[in-house]
């Protein structure tokens, strides 16, 4: 599924916005289903939102995030808007080959992870 690239996180307040980007080099990488996931500091990884032929997102950030993809760019983003202090956490995107994959376990490759911290 060749390697994921993310990139955008910072540190910023609550109530801005950040746009995070992840660049992949598969060059079939329109085939997938990509996802971000988060991580905050001693709990799980959870999903965030992805995206196929349609976007779905959890609950916690619907209506403020959005998630997007360029395939000519072999490239997804995720738009944060109204961030929150309990939005802090790495964010990593990952590629499945699972229509509507929300598991962590459905999805086989990973980025490195760009930290976002949002402070109050």
């Known amino acids: 599924q060749g390697q994921l690239v993310e990139s955008g996180g910072g540190l910023v307040q609550a109530g801005d916005s950040l746009r995070l980007s992840c660049a992949a080099s598969?060059?079939?990488?329109?085939?997938?289903?990509m996802a971000w996931f988060r991580q905050a500091p001693g709990k799980e990884r959870e999903f965030v939102a992805g995206?196929?032929?349609?976007?779905y997102y959890a609950d916690s950030v619907k209506g403020r995030f959005t998630i997007s993809r360029d395939n000519s760019k072999n490239t997804l983003y995720l738009q944060m808007n109204s961030l929150k202090p309990e939005d802090t956490a790495v964010y990593y995107c990952?590629?499945?080959?699972?229509?509507?994959?929300?598991?962590?376990?459905?999805?086989?490759?990973w980025g490195q992870g760009t930290q976002v911290t949002v402070s109050s």
């Open positions: 990952a590629a499945s080959v699972r229509f509507g994959a929300t598991g962590a376990g459905d999805f086989g490759n």
């Open positions: 598969e060059r079939t990488f329109s085939r997938y289903v």
């Open positions: 995206i196929s032929g349609h976007t």
